[in-house]
Structure formats: C-alpha cells, structure tokens
C-alpha cells in the first residue's frame, strides 16, 4: 500500500480493527431483511468502521489524555457495533455462530483498547 505510512498503522489494535470493521460490513452485506431496516444496516457499518476511525483520529491528536478519550469512543462504537449484532441475531438476520465470532472477535479488540488505555494512563 505505498510507501507512505502513518503512525496509527503501526498499532495492532488499529490494524484488528480494520479488519472487525470489514468483517462486519461483509455480515452486513449478507442480510436479508426488508429495505426499512437499511437504516440500522447503515448504523452498524458506522458503528463498526468508527472504532478504526477513532483510534487513528486520536493518535493524531496533540495529548494523551485526548488519545485516551478516542480510545474510550473506540470502546464505545465497538459495544454498539456489538449490542446492533445481537438485536440482528434475535431478529435471526445473522446466525447464533456468526454472533459468537464476531463477539469474540470484539472481545479482543475491547481487551486491546484497555490496555493501551491503561499503559497510556501509566505515562501520564
């Protein structure tokens, strides 16, 4: 991807983030429900493009207290994008497996966010 390279591409939570994220818009493009529902199709490929999107944009803020609040947005937009798959496997839009990898895919991501979190608090 070019030899260009910016700071937030080096963290590992980023890069799984990245990748739950289009995990996820490829769930949703599996649905098969009826076009008024586009709307919560839609939030949850925001919400789950949002937790990538926070982490970068709070590497590049000029704290690390404002990085840690990104971090907690991050944490944030992953439990929506999380709560949004379970109510899409009650309404069984998504399979009862398909919501166990996801969760234990975000499980990791939530346990990398903290972690960061904490070992930037560390620093402060």
């Not at 109510?87 to 399979?95: A, E, P």
Request: aromatic share 10%.
């Amino acid at each position: 991807m070019g030899n260009i390279k910016f700071s937030f591409e080096d963290l590992e939570v980023w890069q799984k983030a990245v990748d739950f994220a289009d995990k996820v818009i490829n769930l949703a493009e599996e649905i098969q429900t009826d076009r008024k529902h586009f709307r919560l199709i839609e939030q949850l490929e925001s919400a789950s493009t949002s937790i990538a999107l926070n982490i970068a944009e709070g590497k590049g803020r000029y704290s690390k207290k404002e990085f840690i609040q990104f971090l907690y947005i991050a944490r944030a937009s992953l439990y929506e994008t999380i709560t949004l798959l379970m109510i899409f496997n009650r309404k069984q839009w998504i399979s009862d497996m398909q919501i166990d990898e996801i969760k234990v895919f975000g499980d990791q991501i939530g346990k990398m966010l903290s972690s960061l979190i904490n070992s930037i608090k560390k620093s402060l």
